[in-house]
Nanobody, 123 residues
């Protein structure tokens, strides 16, 4: 499966952005999906994940209550709604797909990755 992330940009602190990740193919509903992020000079870290059905979601403590992950299997798309953005949210955001429908916070358990979209939050 190929993943194409979009929606990043420059926003002021307190603002919002919605990231989208479109997957190719007809089996999108078989994949658990995740969003990860990597800030300059730091390791890639987990942000949010959602299982194949959309009913189970998971969040890193750093984004809980501010970010919402969702998916539309009919559109082969997963979203990350980011509210109350902080300068420390600045990073390249990557979407990832995990075969089997379940999901995890561990990046090495994902099989496919998108190219990333830059999010910059100014103070």
């Amino acid at each position: 499966v190929q993943l194409q992330a979009s929606g990043g940009g420059l926003v002021q602190a307190g603002g919002s952005l919605r990231l989208s990740c479109v997957a190719s193919g007809r089996t999108f509903s078989r994949y658990g999906m995740g969003w990860f992020r990597q800030a300059p000079g730091k390791e890639r870290e987990f942000a949010a994940a959602i299982d194949w059905s959309g009913y189970r979601t998971y969040y890193a403590d750093s984004v809980k209550g501010r970010f919402t992950i969702s998916r539309d299997n009919a559109k082969n798309t997963v979203y990350l709604q980011m509210n109350s953005l902080k300068p420390e949210d600045t990073a390249v955001y990557y979407c990832a797909a995990r075969t089997g429908g379940l999901t995890t916070a561990y990046s090495h358990e994902y099989d496919y990755w998108g190219q990333g979209t830059q999010v910059t939050v100014s103070s």
